[in-house]
């Protein structure tokens, strides 16, 4: 039996080319681990047995003949199930999309694929992205493998819940206000937003497109520099993807760099709403943070406070503009066709075809976008937008990172909250803001985040990286 706790996606490889296991022995361990486990978790929505046996024969055939490996090659991974994998079913967790197979490969997939990653099947997340504990998926709830009372976070819960139960060794995972970060912390694994743009979105489907960015989410920092860095550049299907110039130092940071950091500690997030468990953690993270012989510097971000306010304007306008192909003609078969005309059919599909938390955005955003009040509300959101971009900016004129934890509560009991939407964004107050200013920013256990300049992630994972060797010491 293949090990699959002790598998990294650097040790997965090691092993194929040493040639200790088969890629084959490994897709089907997990596919049995699956098989066991998944029923009580909840982390898959579909699997693709067939595709995922057949690439790793592939991968064993160019072992034998000898070929050079990608780094990823043969890598099992997960995929959320809103990012596009051809020919897979592809839902965002909601009925509108029931029986949809998606007909391209996400930008990000084509670039996995041509490393030889191979992808064992499509995550379960909060219907469209929206929610922080994957309950309000049409299909079915996500249990935290810790403890399968606790929800894992979302709206990324089925990634990284695959991730932390060894259901697969790495998956992708999308963030618009947290959604990698947040369930990373509540499963305790590592979870990466990139720099807006550093990643392109072509084949995710949108939710804030202003805000959405794909990621890993992953067992160790080392890993989350190596699949970033795999997926990370310019794509022409996506008019915001940037040139990239990573280079090796994302997952093999060098000390002395990385001792020059000076790590900023914002006044704002150290206040009263933050969980007592949640402080002393972060009392004995900047203390190990010390002890790596890194400066650490009181700073403020004044507007952060206006953050959530201004996040739950801009993304329901961004999400109801884009949830308007969903009309529920296309795509997927219609969910009723008993219908009297075009209007009637929008009617019965949407209102059959979208969950509660969707509607409740779904008029939000067109309400904040209506002639009447788009200047009370959306346009005045994107300025306070820019005032919490212009608290980064002069930040980052005398720090390098930001560190804050990554979510203000530990993970609840499934059921708790879901029934109170505001409480649950409010929860979102130490993710949202590097979505709004597009900073790239990473959650590492015991659920702490380092946000970065644009395109730095080189810090992040530097720091990371180190941090993680000193608690695994
Ligand atoms: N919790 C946030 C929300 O519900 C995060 C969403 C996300 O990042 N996709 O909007």
Do not use: W
């Not at 596919?31 to 067939?50: Q, V």
């Not at 497109?209 to 992953?218: F, N, R, W």
Request: hydrophobic content about 40%; proline content about 5%.
């Amino acid at each position: 039996m293949v090990p699959l706790p002790k598998l990294t996606l650097k040790k997965f490889h090691d092993g194929l080319i040493n040639r200790e296991f088969k890629a084959r022995e490994v897709v089907e361990s997990y596919f049995k681990e699956i098989d066991k486990h998944d029923d009580k978790i909840g982390a898959y929505l579909s699997l693709d047995k067939e595709a995922a046996l057949l690439s790793a024969d592939e991968a064993d055939l160019r072992i034998k003949r000898g070929e050079r490996l990608d780094l990823l090659s043969a890598a099992p991974l997960a995929i959320k199930d809103n990012i596009l994998v051809k020919n897979t079913p592809t839902t965002a967790a909601s009925k509108v999309l029931e029986g949809y197979k998606a007909s391209y490969d996400a930008a990000v997939i084509k670039k996995l694929r041509s490393e030889g990653a191979i992808f064992l099947g499509k995550t379960n997340l909060d219907e469209f992205a929206c929610g922080s504990t994957t309950e309000s998926s049409a299909y079915k709830k996500t249990r935290n493998p810790h403890n399968t009372s606790l929800v894992p976070g979302g709206s990324s819960g089925g990634s990284a819940a695959a991730v932390a139960a060894n259901l697969c060794l790495a998956a992708l995972g999308s963030d618009t206000g947290g959604s990698i970060r947040q369930p990373a912390a509540f499963c305790e694994v590592v979870g990466l937003k990139p720099t807006y743009g550093a990643v392109s979105r072509s084949g995710l489907i949108a939710l804030g497109s202003s805000l959405d960015c794909i990621g890993p989410l992953t067992k160790t920092v080392e890993d989350a520099g190596i699949l970033f860095k795999s997926i990370a550049g310019v794509d022409s299907k996506d008019s915001t993807s940037r040139e990239t110039f990573y280079g090796d130092d994302l997952y093999r940071p060098k000390l002395e760099r990385v001792k020059e950091l000076v790590v900023g500690l914002p006044a704002e997030f150290a206040g009263a709403d933050i969980h007592p468990d949640i402080q002393s953690q972060m009392t004995e993270v900047v203390k190990n943070i010390k002890s790596l012989g890194i400066r650490t510097k009181s700073i403020s971000l004044p507007h952060v406070k206006y953050a959530i306010s201004c996040y739950y304007i801009i993304m329901p306008a961004e999400l109801s503009a884009n949830l308007s192909r969903f009309d529920g003609l296309r795509y997927a078969p219609l969910l009723d066709d008993d219908v009297k005309n075009l209007l009637d059919c929008y009617e019965k599909n949407r209102s059959l075809g979208f969950g509660k938390e969707i509607k409740r955005r779904l008029i939000l955003g067109a309400f904040v976008l209506s002639s009447g009040y788009y200047d009370a509300y959306y346009e005045k959101a994107q300025k306070v937008r820019s005032l919490i971009a212009d608290d980064f900016a002069r930040a980052y004129e005398e720090v390098d990172v930001i560190l804050t934890p990554t979510s203000p509560i530990p993970p609840f009991p499934l059921g708790k909250k879901v029934e109170d939407p505001m409480e649950l964004y409010f929860a979102d107050i130490m993710t949202i803001p590097a979505n709004l200013v597009g900073l790239p920013a990473i959650s590492i256990p015991p659920g702490f985040q380092l946000i970065g300049r644009h395109f730095k992630e080189a810090d992040i994972l530097g720091l990371g990286y180190y941090y993680e060797r000193l608690s695994n010491n």
